[in-house]
T-cell receptor
């Protein structure tokens, strides 16, 4: 069974702290990894994508990928109350032959940033 | 540039009624997807269309049909709605459906089946 697992939380951090969100996946053939943010009652929106081992930074967000250990993480520096949302990890999985690979989604981690 | 649009935003049906959820994108994307999201179940793929003229089943296709009307539009039909189909439905699109493709989501349709 190809799965993506996340701690459901809630993860509670004070304003200005670093929030660390983790995701593990089972399919060693996965190539692409995505972090989406979903506010309550809204649709998922892309925060970061990462394809190679190591760190990728974009503003206050850093994605970290370790394919050998099969985990991907998202760090949010200087957390703000507006970061309070559910963060979804998505990993590309097997689909039809060729490029039709489908995303496998985690259930999400709820983050609460307290003023 | 509206991105991905969905209609309606909310819908209440009675068991056995039918309806079609509409989705359109203006990003010239080739691939389109229909998901449902339920508490504790996460996002589950219902159907997808890798390109105009093709559709394929996802993880939970039973009770649904789809039509890729043209490159822009991808509709989801419930022929005989059941309470188990109460959910939030999201349409998404991506450029080519490849491994590194980013999926962009519409605002969702909140469906209740009584």
């Amino acid at each position: 069974q190809k799965e993506v697992e996340q701690n459901s939380g809630p993860l509670s951090v004070p304003e200005g702290a670093i929030a660390s969100l983790n995701c593990t996946y089972s399919d060693r053939g996965s190539q692409s990894f995505f972090w989406y943010r979903q506010y309550s009652g809204k649709s998922p929106e892309l925060i970061m994508s990462i394809y190679s081992n190591g760190d990728k930074e974009d503003g206050r967000f850093t994605a970290q990928l370790n394919k050998a250990s099969q985990y991907v993480s998202l760090l949010i520096r200087d957390s703000q109350p507006s970061d309070s949302a559910t963060y979804l990890c998505a990993v590309n999985g097997y689909g039809n032959a060729g490029n039709n690979r489908k995303l496998i989604w985690g259930l999400g981690t709820s983050l609460a940033v307290n003023p | 540039n509206a991105g991905v649009t969905q209609t309606p935003k909310f819908q209440v049906l009675k068991t056995g009624q039918s309806m079609t959820l509409q989705c359109a994108q203006d990003m010239n994307h080739n691939s389109m997807y229909w998901y449902r999201q339920d508490p504790g179940m996460g996002l589950r793929l219902i159907y997808y269309s890798a390109s105009e003229g093709t559709t394929d089943k996802g993880e939970v296709p039973n009770g649904y049909n789809v039509s890729r009307l043209n490159k822009r539009e991808f509709s989801l039909r419930l022929e005989s709605a059941a309470p188990s189909q109460t959910s939030v439905y999201f349409c998404a699109s991506s450029m080519v459906g490849g491994a590194t493709d980013t999926q962009y989501f519409g605002p969702g349709t909140r469906l209740t089946v009584l």
